[in-house]
């Protein structure tokens, strides 16, 4: 397979995933992917961001959510996020830590 055929297949899959995340299973919670995978919709927004940035393109976090999620985080959040028990919010902590890092204050 060429190089370019390689790029657009890579790209089409990750769209298709941007589509199963933010359409088609939008009950499943960031919180309960980061703690069963490892990541969620956030870090694959800041995966894009670090892309852009790589490649001189000037994105921020706020812009490179709404790229990914289609609209805000606020929005996002009021239409789809739901509360999360003290267990998950623990398990998270760890997990953000394990696969991000240490979060900042």
């Known amino acids: 397979m ?6 657009e297949l890579e790209a089409a899959a990750f769209r298709r995933l941007r ?17 069963l995978a490892g990541f969620c919709r956030n870090c694959l927004s800041r995966w894009y961001q670090e892309a852009a940035n790589e490649r ?3 994105m921020g976090k706020s812009e490179a959510r709404e790229t990914f999620y289609g609209m805000t985080m ?8 739901t509360d999360a028990s003290a267990e998950k919010q623990a398990a998270f902590k760890t997990a953000f830590e394990e696969n991000v890092g240490k979060e900042s204050s």
């Open 19 to 35: 589509q199963h995340l933010m359409e088609d299973r939008t009950d499943v919670q960031n919180i309960d992917m980061m703690n």
């Open 2 to 7: 060429d190089k370019q055929t390689q790029i």
């Open 56 to 58: 001189g393109i000037d």
């Open 74 to 81: 606020d929005e996002w959040k009021t239409t789809y996020q």
